[in-house]
């Protein structure tokens, strides 16, 4: 098993360029998360999907869009990205909304 | 609002030595406190979770202890290992309706040397 795997490791993109990270599980978890973490603050909440087919938002969803694409898989696009968006994004899933949370490695992007 | 604090923000140990860290928090209502691991460049992997009505869980040479009447958890590492060089994050999980909500701490960087 690869539990959560995320693509890409590393990004570095101008401001207004968009992109999609990708974030996919292999325990047959209903429930997928996305976070960003920053220097000196705890993970955030960004969007999550609670079960196949729906999607809420989290602490900090301005300026990103997620799509829960099929039960293994949960995306997150960044439409027009902005400087503050730099950050490293961990994935995560669950079995359900209240269980253990498995992370993935991580992407680290960097918004110039 | 929710708030976790974790003490201290690094801690400096010789490899073989004890230590403990502690972990704060306002969050209410409380469903479970969670202590995770996360090495440097990678994601966070769960050592402990406990209910309010868990006073203490062991996972190996790490030991969880809470308090739910003051809100204070502690992580007792025994006998650390040049391994256990990591951030050691607090999680509180909110009670919601339908989906929980965790609150992070900032977490302890803990360097082990020999």
């Known amino acids: 098993n690869a539990g959560v795997t995320q693509t890409p490791k590393f990004q570095v993109l101008k401001t207004g360029q968009s992109m999609t990270l990708q974030c996919a599980q292999d325990m047959n978890h209903n429930s997928m998360y996305w976070y960003r973490q920053d220097p000196g603050m705890g993970l955030r909440l960004i969007y999550y999907s609670a079960s196949e087919g729906t999607t809420d938002k989290g602490e900090v969803p301005n300026g990103y869009n997620v799509s829960r694409l099929n039960k293994r898989e949960f995306s997150l696009r960044l439409e027009s990205a902005a400087p503050s968006q730099t950050s490293v994004y961990f994935c995560?899933?669950?079995?359900?909304?209240?269980?253990?949370?498995?992370f993935g490695p991580g992407t680290r992007l960097t918004v110039l | 609002k929710n708030q976790v604090e974790q003490s201290p923000q690094s801690l400096i140990i010789l490899e073989g030595k004890n230590c403990t860290l502690q972990?704060?928090?306002?969050?209410?209502?409380?469903?479970?406190l969670r202590w995770y691991k996360q090495d440097t460049g990678r994601g966070p992997v769960s050592l402990t979770i406990m209910t309010f009505s868990e006073n203490t869980k062991s996972n190996g040479r790490y030991t969880a202890t809470l308090d739910a009447d003051t809100k204070q958890s502690s992580l007792h590492i025994t006998a650390s290992q040049l391994s256990d060089s990591a951030s050691y994050i607090c999680?509180?999980?909110?009670?919601?309706?339908?989906?929980?909500?965790?609150?992070f701490g900032t977490g302890t960087r803990l360097q082990v040397t020999l």
């Open positions: 972990c704060n928090y306002t969050v209410s209502p409380f469903s479970n």
């Open positions: 999680v509180v999980s909110l009670l919601t309706g339908t989906a929980s909500k965790l609150t």
């Open positions: 995560a899933s669950s079995e359900g909304p209240y269980n253990e949370q498995f």
